[in-house]
């Protein structure tokens, strides 16, 4: 069995964050890293962008070269599962042994859903979009002139909406809610996104729900709620992630909608600790989890400071975005509980909108707006608020927030 030392489950961006913060801050006993894929931690957010269109190479994913790991005596465990956690005797089973630990970081990140097999989610030609194996495995199915259909706006929907729209694919997107980025964005902001898509040729279809996949062996097209049905080539699900909390349930820690952790990271149970889209995390009273590289960075490298002893409470300064063809969105904050949105319309494709919660901002949606999300990153982390006179009038400079705030 293994010298004791820290055992990191998931090579993705959590964990590669928490090993390297680690060695960074000195930390001399033995670092394990356990990931299922067989590749070293690389970069998500390009799959459905850039590395779909061809235009990065697999190598520039990679967040080091796998020459980082051995100079930094970071152990990985590439195509290896970890099947058990004993937190008693503070060890983990494995497809490759038993492994003790000091501390243990749950990184296990989050599995896309699809339709279930009673309602044709298994048929060929049916795709999630989460890793490398899954884009090398679609990328085939994007020639032009073939249907593509994809069921849910969110994120992820729209993003490969946009990549097969370029590439000359004929694009349905059907939302079952009545307007696409409902769970994540204002009324705002899924009209920018709603007109930006059809005119570019989607057929977006909101308010549209869906019986299942029609097909024998393969897809051939989706029935929709009202019995009528569209012809597909192949069918992308976009409709959200679920938390890969079964180990930690084993196991018996807490869970809710992720694993569970309090402020500083830590789990229910001594010495293992949960960073990413799996862990949960408080924020204003209640237990949240944020998917996001910006999150699995900052809350992994907090877990890495609290293992060596600084005892911090995480600040959750949470910030996304999204890349639509000519298209960037950045957001800055979380708008939960908003009660007003306010709008800096500077032209026809470069907008802001701005979250307030009883009078304070608290989130913002910049559209090939930089200069927005800057200023309001930097007033929300600092606790700001922003006068929306000023935010609302597209010829003042958003300098005067700072003297006003």
């Given at each position: 069995?293994?010298?004791?030392?820290?055992?990191?489950?998931?090579?993705?961006?959590?964990g590669?964050?928490a090993?390297?913060k680690?060695?960074?801050?000195?930390?001399?006993?033995?670092?394990?890293?356990?990931g299922?894929?067989g590749?070293?931690p690389?970069q998500?957010?390009?799959?459905?962008?850039s590395?779909?269109?061809?235009?990065?190479?697999?190598?520039?994913?990679y967040?080091?070269?796998a020459?980082?790991y051995?100079?930094?005596?970071?152990?990985?465990?590439?195509?290896?599962?970890?099947?058990?956690i004993?937190?008693e005797?503070?060890?983990?089973?494995?497809?490759?042994?038993?492994?003790?630990?000091t501390?243990?970081?749950l990184a296990?990140?989050?599995?896309?859903?699809?339709?279930?097999?009673?309602l044709?989610g298994?048929l060929e030609?049916?795709?999630?979009?989460?890793?490398?194996?899954?884009?090398d495995?679609?990328?085939?199915e994007?020639?032009?002139g073939?249907?593509?259909v994809?069921?849910?706006?969110?994120?992820i929907?729209?993003?490969?909406?946009a990549?097969?729209?370029?590439?000359?694919l004929?694009?349905?997107?059907?939302?079952a809610?009545?307007?696409?980025?409902?769970?994540?964005?204002a009324?705002?902001t899924?009209?920018?996104f709603?007109?930006?898509?059809?005119?570019?040729?989607?057929d977006?279809?909101?308010?549209?729900?869906?019986?299942?996949?029609?097909g024998?062996?393969?897809v051939?097209?989706?029935?929709?709620?009202d019995g009528?049905?569209?012809?597909?080539?192949?069918?992308?699900?976009?409709?959200?992630?679920?938390?890969?909390t079964?180990?930690?349930?084993?196991?018996?820690?807490?869970?809710?909608?992720g694993v569970?952790?309090?402020?500083?990271?830590?789990?229910?149970?001594?010495?293992?600790?949960?960073a990413?889209?799996c862990?949960?995390?408080?924020?204003?009273?209640e237990?949240?989890?944020?998917?996001?590289?910006?999150?699995?960075?900052?809350?992994?490298e907090?877990?890495?400071?609290?293992?060596?002893g600084?005892?911090?409470?995480?600040?959750?300064?949470?910030?996304?975005w999204?890349?639509?063809?000519?298209?960037k969105?950045?957001?800055?904050g979380?708008?939960?509980?908003?009660?007003?949105?306010?709008?800096?319309?500077?032209?026809?494709t470069?907008?802001?909108?701005w979250?307030?919660?009883?009078?304070?901002?608290?989130?913002?949606?910049?559209?090939?707006?930089?200069?927005?999300?800057?200023?309001?990153?930097?007033?929300?982390?600092?606790?700001?608020s922003?006068d929306?006179?000023i935010?609302?009038?597209?010829?003042?400079?958003?300098?005067?927030?700072?003297?006003?705030?």
């Open positions: 069995m293994n010298e004791a030392g820290v055992v990191i489950v998931g090579a993705g961006q959590a590669f964050s090993a390297s680690l060695r960074s801050l000195g930390y001399q006993g033995s670092i394990t890293m356990f299922n894929e590749q070293y690389y998500r957010p390009p799959l459905s962008k590395y779909l269109l061809n235009e990065m190479p697999l190598e520039r994913l967040l080091r070269p020459s980082f051995e100079e930094q005596s970071i152990s990985m465990r590439m195509d290896v599962e970890v099947t058990k004993l937190p005797t503070q060890h983990v089973l494995t497809t490759s042994g038993e492994y003790l630990y501390n243990l970081i296990t990140g989050a599995t896309p859903r699809r339709l279930p097999r009673s044709g298994h030609g049916t795709y999630t979009i989460r890793n490398i194996g899954d884009i495995t679609i990328s085939p994007f020639v032009a073939r249907k593509l994809i069921v849910g706006g969110g994120y929907g729209l993003e490969v909406a990549v097969a729209r370029s590439l000359g004929d694009v349905t997107l059907i939302e809610e009545d307007r696409i980025l409902k769970r994540v964005a009324q705002e899924s009209a920018f709603s007109s930006y898509h059809r005119s570019k040729g989607v977006l279809r909101e308010n549209t729900k869906i019986k299942g996949v029609v024998e062996d393969r051939s097209g989706i029935q929709l709620s009528s049905i569209l012809a597909a080539d192949f069918v992308v699900f976009g409709v959200g992630v679920s938390a890969n079964e180990l930690a349930e084993a196991a018996g820690l807490k869970t809710d909608t569970a952790t309090d402020a500083y990271g830590r789990c229910s149970k001594a010495n293992i600790w949960a990413g889209d862990a949960s995390l408080p924020f204003d009273g237990q949240i989890r944020i998917e996001s590289v910006g999150n699995a960075i900052d809350q992994a907090l877990v890495a400071q609290n293992i060596m600084a005892g911090l409470e995480y600040n959750v300064k949470p910030w996304f999204s890349d639509q063809y000519d298209v969105l950045q957001i800055c979380l708008n939960t509980g908003f009660d007003r949105v306010e709008s800096r319309i500077t032209s026809e470069s907008q802001s909108f979250y307030y919660r009883e009078g304070q901002l608290i989130a913002v949606d910049a559209i090939n707006d930089p200069r927005a999300y800057m200023t309001a990153k930097r007033l929300i982390d600092s606790g700001k922003a929306p006179k935010v609302c009038d597209p010829a003042s400079n958003l300098k005067e927030l700072f003297a006003v705030s």
